[in-house]
């Protein structure tokens, strides 16, 4: 019987379940392999080579085995563990929702490098930030971006004209923005004023930097 092929990938941990005695079921985000799921065999003895290495939110350099069914994690490298989101309530469940988020709204094995970039960017500034409400709305607008649910803030989406200083409304269901002419006679819609239009706008096109 030959052996599995071996592969090396950057990877951060999504979720990580126990599976038997000693083993763990492990999502993880890949840069060119999307989401995938893999066993982390022994890794729940008190000495596993990989023990703190395949943690929650942890971003590693792993290799691992092809197998029949899951992938095997056979070495992992611990490149950025995160620490301060694990020292903060308030940051450790904003990271979870961030983490959450993408292993809900993403399916298995579609390659999306951004995203991986997006997602391991938006850890390191949450150790970072005082107030983290900034970063995960931002978060939001660029997931839903490369989902391909970007709101439009620029064009009415009812008649498509230029949105113009004034009155302004959103509408979940409609996907954006509409103009006062529109949103006045629409249903379900809620007003946005200029100032959370300018905050969205620069959500949507900022990085983190800014």
Known sequence: MSNPRLYSTEAVVLRKIDLGEADSLVTLYTPHLGKIR????????????????????????????RSKGLDIISQSQAINSFVPLRD???????????????????????????????????????????????VLRRFEMHLFGRLGYEPELYHCVACHSAIEPGEHYFTPDGGGVLCSGCGGQALMVDRLSLDALKVLRFLQRSGYAE
């Open 88 to 134: 903060n309530l308030w940051r450790s469940s904003s990271a979870l929702y961030v983490a959450e988020l993408v292993d809900r709204l993403t399916p298995e094995g579609e390659e999306d490098y951004p995203l991986f970039k997006l997602l391991a960017d938006t850890l390191q500034w949450l150790c970072r930030a005082h107030h983290t409400d900034l």
């Open 38 to 65: 893999a066993v982390a065999r022994g890794v729940r003895r008190s000495r596993s080579k990989l023990g703190g290495h395949v943690e929650w939110l942890v971003h590693a350099q792993m290799l691992l085995a």
